[in-house]
Nanobody, 115 residues
Framework: QVQLVESGGGLVQPGGSLTLSCVTSASIWSIISMGWYRQAPGNQRELVASITSGGSTRYADSVKGRFTISRGNVENTVYLQMNNLKPEDAAVYYC?????????WGQGTQVTVSS
């Protein structure tokens, strides 16, 4: 029912930047929070950043000071600006929306950090 479309992944060199975008079909009135998770091979899916409907943000310790999550003027859009990327940031990044009725996930977008 709920769709999420991610974009912006790709290949960057260490120290480079990428901005991920996610658009969801969920009603803005049903959204509790939106966020980004990532999963590298052999690892569990982990929270990278989240933002609530009230604007509160949370970041993984490993990305604090480098990543910024934000919402667009259209409230069903969320962005993740990633600066000073490191090889350990390489993963599939998944957009998620937490609604009053449950959670939905995007298909994921690959971020590769390599020289």
């Amino acid at each position: 029912q709920v769709q999420l479309v991610e974009s912006g992944g790709g290949l960057v060199q260490p120290g480079g930047s990428l901005t991920l975008s996610c658009v969801t079909s969920a009603s803005i009135w049903s959204i509790i929070s939106m966020g980004w998770y990532r999963q590298a091979p052999g690892n569990q899916r982990e929270l990278v950043a989240s933002i609530t409907s009230g604007g509160s943000t949370r970041y993984a310790d490993s990305v604090k000071g480098r990543f910024t999550i934000s919402r667009g003027n259209v409230e069903n859009t969320v962005y993740l600006q990633m600066n000073n990327l490191k090889p350990e940031d390489a993963a599939v990044y998944y957009c998620t929306v937490q609604r009053t009725s449950g959670r939905a996930w995007g298909q994921g977008t690959q971020v590769t950090v390599s020289s």
